[in-house]
């Protein structure tokens, strides 16, 4: 294929939280772990208000890497993603990292590789092509403060229904009103991730 690119596809999942929250997004394969973060965050509707990583090679107690958000001499044995290819790391279809959003709320995603292949050089990525569900709001507690969230708002006569509602509007993300069930593909817009950087690492040396 003549000017071709080559892309790599995912299904990222967010996990503990039924039914499940998914996206499927196409990324250019020259991206680092900093450009698939941001493409998550994204996709799924975060606001990139909390600190992240990637834990690659989890066994359920430790992971063999992590990439993420780390300042110099930060001794958190955090590698800075933006200095590593995706690629580099998950290359087969079936590939899996798990990328952690919010270490206070704590959202675990899966995030899958689903396949690599060529594309017309003028394909606008990064794209979402499919997913379901709205993303919860940020600071709502992780996913049982979102199941908490979600028996509430379910429950006009619940004694915290008119608190939950007042919260929701005056959440900075816009969450209401709030429909679970929400999510358009075609809605998502990214942002640039190299000026996404560069703001974030201003705003961390001031």
């Given at each position: ?63 063999r890497e992590r990439l ?34 919010d270490f206070g709320d ?98 961390l040396n001031r």
């Open positions: 294929m003549a000017d071709a690119t080559m892309l790599m596809r995912f299904r990222i999942s967010l996990l503990r939280v039924e039914p499940t929250i998914w996206r499927v997004i196409d990324v250019p394969a020259d991206y680092s772990f900093w450009d698939l973060h941001v493409a998550i965050q994204d996709a799924m509707g975060w606001h990139d208000e909390h600190l992240h990583v990637f834990a690659l090679g989890e066994d359920g107690k430790r992971a993420g958000l780390s300042m110099p001499d930060a001794g958190d044995g955090i590698r800075p993603d933006h200095e590593v290819k995706v690629a580099d790391r998950l290359s087969d279809p079936g590939d899996t990292v798990i990328y952690i959003y704590y959202w675990r995603h899966a995030v899958e590789l689903i396949d690599t292949h060529a594309v017309g050089s003028t394909l606008d990525l990064p794209r979402c092509v499919d997913g379901e569900r709205a993303c919860p709001p940020e600071d709502c507690g992780g996913d049982p403060g979102y199941e908490e969230l979600l028996e509430v708002l379910a429950d006009p006569r619940h004694e915290a229904h008119a608190d939950m509602v007042a919260w929701l509007k005056r959440h900075p993300g816009g969450h209401w009103p709030f429909d679970p069930e929400a999510f358009e593909p075609g809605g998502v817009v990214f942002r640039d991730p190299a000026a996404h950087l560069a703001s974030v690492l201003q705003d």
